[in-house]
């Protein structure tokens, strides 16, 4: 009786695998693009107030300072934020949907943040009497601009049509009632972590977004 012999194959560690995919997928992270690299870090300063470093009073926009010469203030101002909850949930959606332009050239980008950030701030100053006496910091407004931007991108693809025409729709509809309200939607939750928030920036933002979709839809059909 001959005796049987089983020969297996050697096994792999699950590990080994894994552990490379991980390795990749961190390495993948930190190729950041250079323009996200550099907000980024604009962000990371201006918020420095929040461990203690300097004052971020000296860069949010009041118009009387403004008015006296610190025009800095006009640039400085969407990055500046009150508290980490603050800064979290306005960077946080503002990097995610900015990733989402990968496929726009640099100046595009730029006009983009230029765009949103520029309504959102016409907006608080012409809706809004509480800027004056609070001054108007943070992302938000640019972040809603985004995502009205993306919502449309969406329609325009036509794969996902469905889901871009009620993102933006939510965004617009969202931001017309606190432009008119001239409350935030959820602004109970925030429990004045956000400190006062000036609601007219966000349709500001959202008018920014359709333009700017209005000339990437020019600069593309230039293209072909």
Known sequence: MEALTIVSE????PTKPSLRRLIAKVHDARRLPGDTLVLLIIVLIFNAHLIGLGSG????????????????????HPFVHVTWYHLLLDAGAFFILYADLKKKSLPLKMFCLIACAGTSLAAALIFSPLIESRGLCG?????????????????????????????FMVVLIKSI????SGTVVFGFMHMGLCGTPVAACHFGGV??????????TLVDRRKE
């Not at 008018?207 to 990437?216: A, E, N, Q, Y």
Request: glycine share 12%.
């Open 57 to 76: 009073i000296s860069n949010i926009f009041i118009p009387s300072a403004v008015k006296y010469g610190q025009w800095w203030r006009l640039l400085t």
């Open 10 to 13: 050697p096994t792999q560690s």
């Open 139 to 167: 992302l938000s407004g640019t972040a809603h601009g985004l995502m009205a931007l993306t919502g449309l991108e969406m329609i325009k693809d036509g794969k996902i049509k469905r889901i871009g025409l009620i993102s």
């Open 207 to 216: 008018v920014g977004g359709i333009l700017s979709f209005l000339v990437f």
């Open 177 to 180: 009632y606190e432009l008119i």
